[in-house]
């Protein structure tokens, strides 16, 4: 199974808004940040919006910020949102009968195992577990190092 560079991108969205939950996230760095047009980034965020993953703050100090915390928002249900179909292959269509298995088909079956048992690990693991090393990704994604309170 391949997923969908919107799929991709959609996760990398909320990993980047997970890594730095203080502060609005703006689209064009995170568009920067994976070297992709804020064009297509909200294309993107219209589906991490409408599907309560993100939610945007408008005005100068604006951006993007989780909707809910990271630990709550599993990978498989970022995946169900952003891809647009799961056919493995081209008998998982209804109505087609080209082939003349179709009513007995075992690989039709094994897909469909296969592909709940790939959902079903993508929803052991969420968006935090992704994050977790959270100054590694700000590295790497060239953001400002967190500002840490000193007593």
């Not at 056919?87 to 592909?115: M, Q, V, W, Y």
Request: charged share 25%.
């Amino acid at each position: 199974m391949r997923l969908t560079q919107q799929t991709n991108y959609a996760v990398r969205t909320l990993i980047y808004c997970a890594a730095n939950p203080d502060t609005p996230s703006r689209v064009a760095d995170v568009a920067a940040s994976f070297e992709m047009s804020e064009a297509h980034l909200f294309k993107i965020l219209k589906v991490l919006v409408s599907n309560g993953f993100v939610r945007t703050i408008r005005g100068r100090n604006g951006g993007l910020v989780l909707a809910r915390p990271a630990e709550e928002i599993t990978v498989g249900a970022v995946v169900r949102a952003a891809e647009e179909s799961f056919l493995l292959a081209e008998c998982f269509e209804s109505g087609r009968k080209d082939c003349p298995l179709i009513t007995s088909c075992g690989f039709n079956g094994l897909l469909h195992e296969a592909l709940e048992a790939f959902m079903n690990v993508l929803d052991a693991h969420t968006i935090a577990e992704l994050a977790e090393d959270r100054s590694e990704i700000r590295f790497l994604l060239k953001m400002p190092p967190e500002i840490t309170a000193t007593a």
